[in-house]
Structures are given as structure tokens and as C-alpha cells.
């Protein structure tokens, strides 16, 4: 991201919008919102990623002089307005939820403020950023979550759609609880570990199983993980990995980080089988390592079989979120500066679908937690001019179904806003942590939710509410365009 230039990463109606809107002249400050609708895999959060590579992409947004030929030659854009696009550089504000925060539906995780042709221009890329990693760190903290404390290493580069995708995926794997990646060049990027055994092929490549064993032990005594299930896990694979251990402990050599990896065929009677092995040979702390297709659900059935695995690779359906390939995150209009006032005028998006109306105006989120049990209560989408006192009590309601209230009483909860803002006048005003400190932040934010909002089988939805202020606006947007739609008709 930090070398490429990225600004044709753009659908063409983008462009051609921004076209119109400079021909007019149309140019005054917007507001969109970035939000999801529904939670990934059924589940009842969401995991933001991708921010640090979104204020990438703003600050290296500009067009050079090949993007300007490439665009004159598709005779659609005329030369004054290329003309402006070789002076262009982004000059809004952005807001975001920082990286690793857990997050829920129809919340603004991405709030862009802009003249209205550089926040059309931005829709796609930020879109594509945040909506893939997103999607990834979700998966992965379910993952995690399945786990259960084991360490889960993320391998599924060779799977991923494209070196892009393998490599911001891993990143966003480690952000949502991956120990580590086998990807070397996502490894260097962010400096985030490096994990990985052997393949089958090391194994067949040498006379019989015990040399090849032998071998690799020699060549990395600090951190032996043996293959096991090339020929055959419990009369081959396992007896030659303790003949390996029993000679490297007869010679001194400690055995600090050492175990197996099995890659196929029944993995809960294998590991117990194969844990007795270990056992009786001295070995009952040696790490047994699974893959072979995992993901979530897999390995919530291998524990509940109390499976003798202790350590997870996971790779094709946590890289591709293979059950739930697309997050789904859309980017709409939520206000438009009146040039006469300054003030932002609300806008709102109607839909036969009522999933689909948006939240109007200039609108910021509050994370609403209980002083006793540090768990979220509810989130509090508001507008930016409304603010709140912990001391005070508060009243909630469901905006859909409005006579479902809650009494928060005044003393008992805290209180936090969501949104920071990352970019202003064009400008980075907001240093990323390290992925390592996102990964442990995100599992602190993952504490706050109550377990039933984590199990993966009908979990219960955690309510986004709308204060008073901002439902009364969004409804009487709604009766006024309802009156302009009848009026249309008669």
C-alpha cells in the first residue's frame, strides 16, 4: 500500500460523477457514512480493520501524469477537467473506529467529510480496505474464539484471491487473535511473527521418515514440529517423532518449543492416540498441531470431543471467510452543507426496504458499558452536537420496535465515543498501533461482549439504539418525503 499508487483504485462512475459534479459547478461539503448491515457469519459483531491502510491510501491519493494520459484516452473526460484532477489531493476530515474495536450493524465505522467530488472519489477504495479486512479479523476472532486460549496460526496464502488479499488478510488474521502468519512478507510489513513446520514433500523427499525427522531436528532443535501424517500418524509418523525427541533429550539438546502437526484423517482420535504416545514416552508437554480444513465450527466439535490438540493451523476458510465471503459495508450520503448557513442539511436514503433507509445527518456512535461488569450495555448511534452525562439516567429504545425501552440509572454504566478522528484537512492526525498492540487491544474489546453475543449458534444481537434526538429527525425526514410522494400523485 505505502508503494503503490492507488488512486485509479476507483469504480468509473466515480469519475465520471466527479466530472459532472465539476461541470456544474457542484462542490459543497458532504457527509457519508461507512456502515455494515449485517453481522458476518451469523454472528453478533464485527472486528474494524483496514484504517492504518485507508490513511495510507488518502495520503498518497493523487494522479500522475500516466493516470491522466490512461483517462484522456478514453475520450470521456474533457481537458479542463483533467487539468483539475493534476492538482488534486484530498483536503476533507475523516473519522474512524480505531482497528481492533469490536462493531456492530448500521454504526458509522468510517464518517467522511469533503467537498463532495473528493468524497465520491474515495468511496471505492475505502470500501474495498475496510470491507475485506474487516471481514478477515472477524472470521479470525471467531476463530480464536473456538480455540479457546490454543495458539492459531494463519497459513492460507496460497489460498488467498491474490497476494493482496493474502497479505492484508494475514495482517487482519493477527489483528483479530492469530498468533502469528506463515506469510513472510506480511511477516516483514508489520512485523508480526513468523510460523510454519514442514510440508509432505520434505518427507518424501528423503530415504524413510525417521531421516527426514532426524534431519529437520538438527537444522532446528528450537523449534522442532514434525509432520506426522505422510505415511501413516500412529504406527509410523508418531513413533519416529519420540525415537527423534528421546535422541535429541539423550544428547542434551532442550526441548524448549517441540511437538507434532497433524494434516489429515480423524483428528480427535488421532490426537488422543497420539497424546498417549507422548505421554508414555515422556513426552505429555509436546505441542500436537492441527490444520486439515479447519475453521470455527471444526474446532469447536474437536474440543467438545476433548481432541488432544493444543495448537491450530488454519488456513483456506479463514484467508477467504469461506462461508461468508463478502462484509458487506456500504458507503451513503448522510448530510450536505447549506452555503448560505454552514449548517448541514440531513439526507436520507428511502427503500422498500426498511434495512435499507439510512441514518440522516452528522452522527458520531457511544459505546454505553456497565460500571460493575466492564460489558457492553448498547451502542447510542447520536448526532455529533448531543452529549451525554454518566451521572445522569438514561433512557434507550429500539428504533424499530420503539416501546422496547431500557432504564440505564445514572452512576452505573460508562461511556465512550468510537469515532477519532485520522485524517483533517487532508492531513494524518492519528498514528496506528503496531499490529501486535491492535491484536491484544482487539482482545480486550472482545471481553466486553457477554458470552451469549459470542457463541456461534443464534447469539444474542447486542442493541444499537438511536438517541431521541436523531430518531425525531430521521422520522419526520421520513413523513416529509412520504407527504412529497403523495403529493406526486395527485
Known amino acids: 500500500m505505502r508503494a503503490n499508487n492507488l488512486t485509479l483504485l476507483t469504480d468509473l462512475y466515480e469519475l465520471t460523477m466527479m466530472q459532472g459534479y465539476y461541470k456544474n459547478p457542484v462542490n459543497q461539503t458532504v457527509i457519508f457514512d461507512m456502515f455494515y448491515r449485517n453481522n458476518p457469519c451469523d454472528g453478533a459483531f464485527a472486528i474494524c480493520a483496514g484504517v492504518e491502510q485507508m490513511i495510507e491510501y488518502i495520503e498518497n491519493l493523487h494522479f500522475s501524469e500516466k493516470d491522466i494520459e490512461y483517462l484522456r484516452s478514453l475520450s470521456i ?80 496464502l496460497r489460498r488467498a484471491q491474490g497476494p493482496d488479499a493474502g497479505i492484508f488478510g494475514a495482517r487482519a488474521a493477527v489483528i483479530g487473535g492469530c498468533i502469528g502468519t506463515s506469510n513472510v512478507l506480511t511477516g516483514q510489513m508489520f512485523d508480526v511473527p513468523l510460523l510454519g513446520t514442514h510440508a509432505h514433500s520434505w518427507i518424501m523427499s528423503f530415504p524413510d521418515e525417521y531421516t527426514a525427522f532426524k534431519t529437520y531436528a538438527k537444522l532446528y532443535p528450537n523449534s522442532c514440529t514434525l509432520l506426522v501424517d505422510t505415511y501413516d500418524v500412529l504406527k509410523s509418523g508418531v513413533p519416529n517423532a519420540i525415537r527423534v525427541f528421546e535422541e535429541m533429550r539423550e544428547e542434551g539438546i532442550p526441548l524448549k518449543k517441540y511437538g507434532i502437526r497433524i494434516d489429515s484423517g480423524d483428528l480427535a482420535y488421532l490426537s488422543k492416540e497420539a497424546y498417549k504416545m507422548l505421554a508414555a514416552a515422556g513426552f505429555d508437554d509436546a505441542i500436537i498441531s492441527a490444520s486439515s480444513d479447519l475453521d470455527e465450527y471444526l474446532i469447536q466439535s474437536l474440543k467438545g470431543q476433548d481432541a488432544k490438540i493444543n495448537s491450530w493451523g488454519v488456513g483456506t476458510k479463514l484467508i477467504t471467510s469461506d462461508n461468508n465471503p463478502a462484509f458487506g459495508g456500504v458507503y451513503k450520503l448522510a448530510a450536505v452543507k447549506d452555503a448560505s448557513s454552514s449548517e448541514f442539511i440531513p439526507k436520507i436514503k428511502l427503500s422498500e426496504n426498511s434495512e435499507k433507509v439510512t441514518n440522516p445527518g452528522d452522527k458520531t456512535v457511544y459505546r454505553i458499558y456497565s460500571k460493575s461488569t466492564g460489558k457492553i450495555k448498547a451502542d447510542l448511534i447520536c448526532l455529533t452536537n448531543e452529549k451525554f452525562n454518566p451521572e445522569q439516567t438514561m433512557v434507550i429504545f429500539d428504533p424499530n420496535e420503539t416501546w422496547k425501552k431500557t432504564k440505564i440509572l445514572g452512576g452505573t454504566y460508562e461511556i465512550r465515543e468510537l469515532l477519532v478522528p485520522v485524517i483533517k484537512e487532508g492531513r494524518r492526525v492519528y498514528d496506528s498501533p503496531s499490529v501486535m498492540e491492535l491484536r491484544e487491544y482487539c482482545q480486550k474489546e472482545q471481553n466486553t461482549l457477554w458470552d451469549e453475543s459470542r457463541r456461534f449458534t443464534n447469539p444474542q444481537k447486542v442493541y444499537v439504539d438511536l438517541s431521541q434526538q436523531l430518531f425525531d429527525m430521521k422520522k419526520e425526514l421520513l413523513e416529509e418525503m412520504s407527504e412529497k410522494s403523495l403529493d406526486m400523485f395527485h
Do not use: W
Open 77 to 156: 473526460f474533457e481537458e479542463d477537467f483533467l487539468q483539475y484532477l493534476g492538482n488534486f489531493h484530498f483536503t476533507g476530515d475523516i473519522y474512524a473506529i480505531p482497528e481492533g474495536t469490536v462493531i456492530f450493524p448500521r454504526e458509522p465505522m468510517v464518517k467522511v467529510i469533503a467537498p463532495i467530488m473528493e468524497a465520491q472519489l474515495v468511496e471505492t477504495a475505502i470500501l474495498n480496505i475496510m470491507n475485506h479486512q474487516s471481514l478477515i479479523a472477524t472470521k479470525a476472532a471467531r476463530v480464536c474464539y473456538a480455540a479457546k486460549g490454543d495458539g492459531v496460526m494463519e497459513f492460507g
